[in-house]
């Protein structure tokens, strides 16, 4: 590929022209990929390593990001003009890996064009918009998949377990921090960018759908907001909390989860042991008066399960194509999707308030 290139294709490689839908049997699902920045080429390399996908395509309208594309996989088709993805013929499912301000176009243009979608995080920006490509997709009979990455990953998938299966007993909490220093982007806020990988693991790990969401938190840089609080309430008395922030001299990841049984710790940073469980908790027994409210704390083991370190991205990828080849709903759906979009909405409102209450 010359440095200068301003064709649309600028691979040497011209996509396949069968035609061919996944409906017929198929036992692959082809794929092209819109967006080859930061993320994309962990999709690509994901996508491109799996058996039941065949890449036809990688498509970004800046030809470097192409040429670092190329390099990689010089047999791959490339294109600068995302309509040579969305509108081939020979192309069943578009992943689509661009800022979330072109999530909708390109998504409606795919769902339009027959292909089936997988998108990233967040899934649109605003929840209208996820609601048209929802009703969309269920018209024409596609799947949509919002990339929600941590869901496969082995921690979380641990952790749901154990709340699923009643280890930790009813919950009482679910306190998430994600904070580092940047990455700062241009177009969203810091809620946009890490409060959905928090949001999306809450919605996953509690059974129940948020009553009311109350966010503060500042921007102190370019206008948008850089560091967020929000907390989220649920029926039966169970609180969520999620701080995310961009200007923190540490990184940290750790997420807190209480039950009134047992209590656990994921560390993400931690290369081992990321989950710790603890046999803690406090009992009260009430007495006749508030004086005779006998507390006692209980403390005993603290074990660690094990954690599968399979990559997360990999297992989601291919359940993306398991639910295309065999007509399953995904469970990180458009209305998976829909759902950590309007608790975004509203802690953006709540936090543009200065703290005030939005009723979900
Ligand atoms: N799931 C995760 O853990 C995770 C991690 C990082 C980013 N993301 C998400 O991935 C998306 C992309 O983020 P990023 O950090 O890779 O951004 P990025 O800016 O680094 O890359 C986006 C790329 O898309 C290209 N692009 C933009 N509009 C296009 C269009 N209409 N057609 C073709 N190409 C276009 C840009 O040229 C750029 O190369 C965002 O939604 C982000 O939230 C998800």
Redesign the pocket.
Known sequence: MSSGVSTTTVSPAAPPQQVRGTDSGADTVRVGV???????PNIVRNLSALDRCDLVSV????PN?LKRAQKTYPALHLTTD?NEVLQSPIIDAVAI????W??FE?AKAALENGKHVFV???FTSNSAQAAELIELATRKNLRIMV?H?FLFSGAVRKVRELVGNGTLGPLYYFDSTRVNLGLFQHDVSVVW?LAP?DLSIMDHVIDHQPEAIVATGGNHLNGLADMAFITVYFPGNVTAHINVNWLSPVKVRTTLIGGRDKMLVWNDLEPDEKIKVYDKGVDITNGQGVYDLLVSYRSGDVWAPKVDATEALSLELGYFLDCILEDKTPSNDGEAGLRVVRMLEAAEQSLNNRGQIVVL
Do not use: M, N, Q, R
């Open positions: 819109i967006g080859y920045g930061y993320w994309g498509c970004d309208t800046k990001a995302p890996v661009t800022p979330v072109t999530h390109l990233e995080k967040p990339d990455t960018d990988h």
